[in-house]
């Protein structure tokens, strides 16, 4: 089972006190977007074997949003932090690079 901590209450909460809010860190279109646009963002997403950065949403919880990253293969999870930061941090992209042969922090945006 998927266990992560909420940044924003500090909880610890298993997967089914969680909403799944998808990928991370996408430029999301408003109601003045075109078809093409609105399409990329429901449709083309990434869907990598490995580091993936999400969005969870602690919904038995504080109700708040907030940032995952986990491995997809391994379920691990590396850390979580606010919604609000535009990007992983610094200090989580490293902590990342150091586990996972092959993460380059620079490319994964």
């Not at 963002?41 to 995952?68: D, I, Q, S, T």
Request: hydrophobic content about 35%.
């Amino acid at each position: 089972m998927l266990v992560l901590t909420c940044p924003c209450c500090g909880a610890t909460a298993e997967e089914t006190e969680l909403a799944p809010g998808g990928e991370a860190h996408i430029a999301r279109v408003g109601p003045g977007a075109d078809a093409s646009a609105f399409e990329a963002y429901l449709f083309h997403r990434k869907n990598p074997k490995g580091v993936h950065f999400e969005r969870w949403r602690h919904a038995h919880g504080c109700g708040k949003w907030f940032h995952a990253a986990r491995n997809t293969v391994t379920l691990e999870v590396y850390g979580t932090y606010p919604a609000q930061t535009p990007e992983p941090p610094r200090e989580l992209l490293e902590k990342i690079a150091a586990k996972v042969p092959g993460f380059d922090p620079e490319a994964r945006t």
